[in-house]
């Protein structure tokens, strides 16, 4: 029974900066996990935006490549995206993926991005 919650989200103008935070439970193993932040923007289907498989594993869309970074705390069970330069095309719900053996989705949070 993984659960994730996300926080962090919010307004910001464009040119602003936010961090996600993900708080995994539930599992004595999370620095197996693979980890991902996902978005969902209105009308949009779901697309991956990074995620780290280890300390030296990241990967990102190429949307949000040199703006945006994926981070992992083990010690704390928590992923976080930092997103700087925010665009409005940026605006979406994110959520928080975790798989090992199963994947589980957080609930998301919502980033608006707008002047």
């Known amino acids: 029974q993984v659960q994730l919650v996300e926080s962090g989200g919010g307004l910001v103008q464009p040119g602003g900066s936010l961090r996600l935070s993900c708080v995994v439970s539930?599992?004595?193993?999370?620095?197996?996990?693979?980890m991902g932040w996902y978005r969902q923007a209105p009308g949009e289907q779901r697309e991956l935006v990074a995620s780290?498989?280890?300390?030296?594993?990241?990967n990102y869309a190429d949307s949000v490549k040199g703006r945006f970074t994926i981070s992992r705390d083990n010690a704390k069970n928590t992923v976080y995206l930092q997103m700087n330069s925010l665009k409005p095309e940026d605006t979406a719900v994110y959520y928080c993926?975790?798989?090992?053996?199963?994947?589980?989705w957080g609930q998301g949070t919502q980033v608006a991005v707008s002047s």
């Open positions: 993926n975790a798989k090992y053996m199963l994947s589980y």
């Open positions: 539930g599992t004595k193993i999370f620095s197996r996990y693979d």
């Open positions: 780290i498989i280890s300390r030296s594993t990241t």
